[in-house]
Nanobody, 121 residues
Framework: QVELEESGGGVVQFGGSLRLSCRASGTIFKIGTMAWYRQGPGKQRELVAS???????RMSDSVKGRFAISRHNGENTVSLQMNSLKPDDTAVYYC???????????????WGQGTLVTVLS
């Protein structure tokens, strides 16, 4: 079983920055794509950014140029650097990973508990 633990959420002023981190732990053979999703008040969960094990990134248009995703494969971590934050970025941010627990297993779709980011206007 693989678990994800997020950290780094909080309250920030308009234009400020925050860095979210997520660490995978448990029985890990390999972590595939890791991603950050968010769900704002009254909104559906949406993809913010993803990064493959090989480092290929995908960013939502709404955060391009402001957010950056990175990962450290050796430590099974993924981070989201968020700059120039806007009130529209207010949401619960969830870490997501495709995790293999053994050579012969199929990837598990694992989610963290979420961390709240609040941007004040």
């Amino acid at each position: 079983q693989v678990e994800l633990e997020e950290s780094g959420g909080g309250v920030v002023q308009f234009g400020g920055s925050l860095r979210l981190s997520c660490r995978a732990s448990g029985t890990i053979f390999k972590i595939g794509t890791m991603a950050w999703y968010r769900q704002g008040p009254g909104k559906q969960r949406e993809l913010v950014a993803s990064i493959t094990a090989g480092g290929k990134e995908r960013m939502s248009d709404s955060v391009k140029g402001r957010f950056a995703i990175s990962r450290h494969n050796g430590e099974n971590t993924v981070s989201l650097q968020m700059n120039s934050l806007k009130p529209d970025d207010t949401a619960v941010y969830y870490c997501n990973a495709a995790a293999l627990t053994s050579l012969y297993s199929t990837p598990d779709d694992v989610w963290g508990q979420g961390t709240l980011v609040t941007v004040l206007s």
